[in-house]
Structures are given as C-alpha cells and as structure tokens.
C-alpha cells in the first residue's frame, strides 16, 4: 500500500523516506515496483504485492545460500 511509505526506512542506511517507482497498480494498491533509497541507492523490489526489504548484501546472500543448497536438497531426496 502506498501509504506504508509513509513508515518505511531503507534497512541498510536508514533513510527516510523511500522513493517508489511503481510499474503496476491493481485496484490502488501496487502490485509491482521498486523502493529506491535517495541516501544509498539500495533498490528493493516490489513483487506480487509484497516488498523485499532485505539489505542488498542480503539479497544476493540469499540467492548463494538457496543454489547452495539446492545439490544436497535433491541429492538426500535420491539418497532415500
């Protein structure tokens, strides 16, 4: 909702407010879009509604950590 922007700060530097770039709005809420912090430059992406609000750093930790784990999940599910 358009109105949380009013609330929300950039978790990696904790500027206030963040910037929206709105790409697709369904019924006045956005749907699709970024949050871009003017202090950092961090973009949080806006999907299916919902705000990734992970600390860029995060983000590509999370995306390392997932296809990391991917061989060994489907390795243990062959295994048993």
Do not use: W
Not at 51 to 59: A, G, T, Y
């Amino acid at each position: 909702k358009k109105d949380l922007l009013d609330i929300l700060a950039c978790p990696a530097c904790k500027h206030h407010p963040l910037e929206l770039r709105l790409e697709r709005e369904v019924s006045g809420e956005v749907v699709e879009g970024q949050l871009v912090c003017p202090g950092c430059r961090a973009i949080y992406f806006i999907e299916d509604g919902i705000p990734n609000l992970l600390p860029p750093d995060d983000h590509s930790f999370a995306r390392a950590s997932l296809t990391l784990a991917m061989p060994s999940l489907m390795f243990s599910r062959l295994a048993a």
